[in-house]
């Protein structure tokens, strides 16, 4: 389905993240990718991944420095001449925030949340767009907690919220364009960012006990769910924020044996 589309994929930290994933998935479909990491650190444990599926193309980014964002999208658009679709999986907040109250919240980890977890798919759009032509997708990573409270998710449901909005406005400027733009909401999912908020594994088994379909998503499902929306099927959806969570957004309650 997306043989000969090139993408950029952004915030592959293990093998059980989201983004490698959809990495993953799109390879397997036939796409070549090209990959961003921040620190050396995270840049020896995605090596191997990206070599895993054909890919040699790895740039250090930090997305709150416009200097190190403009250098990776040079270097980008100097190894080819457009970008088919963009992953943007990159968030973050101070983890001793992610527990207790959202009353509590500093001014200061408000900020930094909210830019690298919201402002930051703005500044990868504006540099991207001009890669792209019509037919190219950008894709970004929510989660409920952003339209319902989810004990301990705090700053980062507003920081989701944000970012749901943000969607829509990027798919408005974008489509005349041919551009789509939207966000894949999953489930909890045992991931180094899930690990971060505080109750964690609690929220992941009351999920999976309550959703209709009794699971939590899975990094297939994800995948699969990216490629369509890649993929020419996906050419008229954009705006949308498109559930991956085992219908759990449905329930007014939990399921009788659980109450």
Same mark, same amino acid.
């Given at each position: 389905?997306?043989?000969?589309?090139? %993408?950029?994929?952004?915030? =592959?930290?293990?093998?059980?993240?989201?983004?490698?994933?959809?990495?993953?998935?799109?390879?397997?479909?036939?796409?070549?990718?090209?990959?961003?990491?921040? $620190?050396?650190?995270?840049?020896?444990?995605?090596? *191997?991944?990206?070599?895993?599926?054909?890919?040699?193309?790895? =740039?250090?980014?930090?997305?709150?420095?416009?200097?190190?964002?403009?250098?990776?999208?040079?270097?980008?658009?100097?190894?080819?001449?457009?970008?088919?679709?963009?992953?943007?999986?990159?968030?973050?907040?101070?983890?001793?925030?992610?527990? %207790?109250?959202?009353?509590?919240?500093?001014?200061?980890?408000?900020?930094?949340?909210?830019?690298?977890?919201? &402002? +930051?798919? =703005?500044?990868?759009?504006?540099?991207?767009?001009?890669?792209?032509?019509?037919?190219?997708?950008?894709?970004?990573?929510? &989660?409920?907690?952003?339209?319902?409270?989810?004990?301990?998710?705090?700053?980062? $449901?507003?920081?989701?919220? !944000?970012?749901?909005? !943000?969607?829509? &406005?990027?798919?408005?400027?974008? %489509?005349?364009?041919?551009?789509?733009?939207?966000?894949?909401?999953?489930?909890?999912?045992?991931?180094?960012?899930?690990?971060?908020?505080?109750?964690?594994?609690?929220?992941?088994?009351?999920?999976?006990?309550?959703? *209709?379909?009794? +699971?939590?998503?899975?990094?297939?499902?994800? %995948?699969?769910?990216?490629? &369509?929306?890649?993929?020419?099927?996906?050419?008229?959806?954009?705006?949308?924020?498109?559930?991956?969570?085992?219908?759990?957004?449905?329930?007014?309650?939990?399921?009788?044996?659980?109450?």
């Amino acid at each position: 389905m997306l043989q000969g589309k090139r %993408g950029l994929v952004m915030g =592959v930290a293990n093998e059980r993240s989201i983004a490698w994933g959809i990495a993953r998935a799109c390879a397997g479909a036939g796409a070549e990718l090209a990959f961003t990491y921040q $620190g050396a650190a995270f840049g020896e444990r995605l090596a *191997p991944l990206a070599a895993s599926v054909g890919s040699d193309f790895m =740039v250090d980014v930090d997305v709150t420095d416009d200097a190190s964002l403009d250098r990776a999208f040079a270097a980008l658009s100097a190894r080819w001449d457009r970008l088919d679709f963009l992953i943007h999986a990159v968030a973050f907040s101070d983890k001793t925030e992610l527990t %207790g109250r959202f009353l509590n919240t500093s001014r200061a980890n408000f900020k930094n949340s909210l830019d690298i977890s919201c &402002y +930051s798919l =703005v500044e990868v759009a504006r540099r991207a767009h001009p890669m792209m032509g019509p037919g190219g997708s950008i894709i970004t990573l929510t &989660y409920q907690g952003s339209n319902r409270v989810t004990p301990f998710y705090n700053v980062m $449901g507003v920081a989701k919220a !944000a970012l749901e909005a !943000a969607v829509r &406005y990027l798919a408005n400027d974008l %489509g005349p364009d041919g551009i789509r733009v939207n966000a894949i909401s999953p489930g909890p999912m045992k991931t180094l960012a899930g690990a971060a908020i505080g109750g964690a594994r609690k929220t992941f088994k009351h999920t999976e006990m309550n959703a *209709p379909l009794r +699971s939590n998503a899975t990094l297939e499902a994800v %995948g699969g769910t990216a490629v &369509y929306l890649i993929s020419d099927a996906g050419a008229f959806t954009t705006g949308e924020v498109i559930r991956v969570d085992g219908g759990y957004h449905v329930l007014g309650m939990p399921q009788p044996e659980n109450i």
